[in-house]
Antibody, heavy 117, light 107 residues
Framework: QVQLQESGPGLVKPSGTLSLTCAVS?????????WSWVRQPPGKGLEWIGE???????NYNPSLKSRVTISVDKSKNQFSLKLSSVTAADTAVYYC??????????WGQGTLVSVSS | DIQMTQSPSSVSASVGDRVTITCRAS??????LAWYQQKPGKAPKFLIY???SLQSGVPSRFSGSESGTDFTLTISSLQPEDFATYYC?????????FGQGTKVEIK
């Protein structure tokens, strides 16, 4: 059973960089899957941020592409998200998820990141 | 981007009711559609893929269907644990997009 666990600061200052890590257990990050970040502002819907393959190939949402970097660390079986120049609009629960055949089949529990001074 | 439009945005129903939620894609996505269930404070749960295939462990009262660019999630007999918000997601092309959600509430 694959499990994903997000970690990182719960508070980021405006104009700063949001950094989160997703640790994968019960499976290898080098499997034939993409690994993704999805966010959900309080009381709102789901927004795909981007994804990475173990080779390092990435896909990003065009709406966030200029500010997003997703990386993978195969030695630690984890992948990470960096979102720069954050504003209050980036306050959300951030989920990491595994992608199987274009569907999000396993999700982390999510972590709330607030952007505030 | 492919826009996914769900209706209704919320529905009130009683235990035992049949509930139907619709998701319309702004362009053709073949059968590349998934449904997720999300309860408050929890991550989404993967229910249905390829428009009508049930993920392992999902009760058979859940079903999905399609007609062109219209997709439907049906709960045949609503159970107490089914009160949640449901999202559709198109898996046809990037960027991956979700519907805005349908909240199933207790009448």
């Amino acid at each position: 059973q694959v499990q994903l666990q997000e970690s990182g600061p719960g508070l980021v200052k405006p104009s700063g960089t949001l950094s989160l890590t997703c640790a994968v257990s019960g499976g290898s990050i080098s499997s034939d899957n993409w690994w993704s970040w999805v966010r959900q502002p309080p009381g709102k819907g789901l927004e795909w941020i981007g994804e990475i393959y173990h080779s390092g190939s990435t896909n990003y949402n065009p709406s966030l592409k200029s500010r997003v970097t997703i990386s993978v660390d195969k030695s630690k079986n984890q992948f990470s998200l960096k979102l720069s120049s954050v504003t209050a609009a980036d306050t959300a629960v951030y989920y990491c998820a595994r992608i199987l055949s274009n569907y999000f089949d396993y999700w982390g529990q999510g972590t709330l990141v607030s952007v505030s001074s | 981007d492919i826009q996914m439009t769900q209706s209704p945005s919320s529905v009130s129903a009683s235990v035992g009711d049949r509930v139907t939620i619709t998701c319309r894609a702004s362009q053709g996505i073949a059968s590349w559609l998934a449904w997720y269930q999300q309860k408050p404070g929890k991550a989404p749960k993967f229910l249905i893929y390829a428009a009508s295939s049930l993920q392992s462990g999902v009760p058979s009262r859940f079903s999905g269907s399609e007609s062109g660019t219209d997709f439907t999630l049906t709960i045949s007999s609503l159970q107490p644990e089914d009160f949640a918000t449901y999202y559709c997601q198109q898996a046809n092309s990037l960027p991956r997009t979700f519907g805005q959600g349908t909240k199933v509430e207790i009448k």
